[in-house]
């Protein structure tokens, strides 16, 4: 069968990854810009056999997908920034314990109440520093409404394939915009299950340190495990031993450094030859497309940078270009804070250009467009 062809909201399309990817539990708070994925699951869930709760508030909501996800379902919340920062103890407990699920953040500018009905791209180092501890995050960035539909499926096989709570981020531009896109009847990647024990019940390991990812079992299938927001050991019952703190802890980051390949995800466009590089994110993105390509008609080379995995930072991305480089800008909505990962990745060897902006607006594509005058 062909695809269905909509006009979608990125919240919308979001809500249609969700359901491709298999979600069938969501507690949430309404919160602008994201409301309108609480409103629309509120209706979709029930036709699948899914269940909507709408919590009394951002920390009940974190704590019942928790629950949700450790019976077996795929769960999800979503909010914004003052409600990603209630999330967090929670979030924190989750990253510990290992419960697959997805939190999406569709931000606006702050801090506190700040500006709810307009953009901001302020909450990306919460989004990796938001929780205390040691503990690795992913977290990832769509730019475009059919992006958001095909990142929404990856961040549950994400989470579900490492047993981690994922982070999707959309700026309000992104969350509200409307284009064009196909829905396939299938999914356009693999739908990924979580991992489920074989062992017999009596030897089931809920955090065995012996693998990268442990099977995870439900709750209410015959395997008895403990659930603990203190260090535990691989039963899942507290310790304070040295050895097995540092064990549980170092699996938790090798669980994710060690599949890079798997999780960075990036593009770029006219770096084959760009001495000049944009990079950018999310909406801001989207402008720097449009400078670079005006820049390019003026026979300037130039070219863009666009990270979809933010968390873990894709290094990578930065250095593979960096001998090239005579200058590298960075457009982000806020007053800087992935530009100081930039320029730790490319180690001092390329000037960076800052091009901030904090006034609940989108970054114009003029903007990007001076600044890569001044570079070039």
Known sequence: ?????????GNEACVEGALAAGLRFFAGYPITPSTEIAEALSERLPRVGGRFIQME????????VIGASLTGAKAMTATSGPGFSLKQENLGFAMLTEVPCVVVNVMRGGPSTGLPTSPAQADVM?????THGDHPVIALYPASVP???EVTIKAFNLAEKFRTPVILLMDEVI??????IELPDTPPVPVVERQRPTVPKEDYLPYDNSQDVPPL??????????????????KGYPTSAPAKVEALLTRLQNKIQSNLDEILMWETIGMEDAEVA???????????????????????????????????FPDKLISQYTSQLKALIVAEMNLGQLVDEVERATKGQVPIKR??????????????????????
């Open 126 to 130: 919460q989004a990796r520093w938001g």
């Open 278 to 312: 944009v990079f950018a994110y999310g909406a801001t993105a989207r402008s720097a497309v449009r400078a670079v390509r005006i820049a390019r008609e003026q026979g300037i080379k130039v070219g863009l940078l666009r990270p979809i995995t933010i968390w873990p």
């Open 217 to 234: 079992a439900s709750f209410g299938d015959g395997y008895r495990f403990h659930v603990t927001g203190l260090i535990h050991d691989q």
């Open 1 to 9: 069968m062909s695809p269905t062809v909509k006009l979608l909201q």
């Open 57 to 64: 508030d951002e920390i009940a909501s974190m704590a019942a």
């Open 175 to 180: 969350g509200h915009m409307r284009e064009r």
């Open 355 to 376: 091009v901030l902006q904090a006034n609940g607006e989108l970054i114009a594509p003029d903007t990007i467009l001076r600044a890569v005058l001044e570079v070039k």
């Open 147 to 149: 992006e958001v539909y």
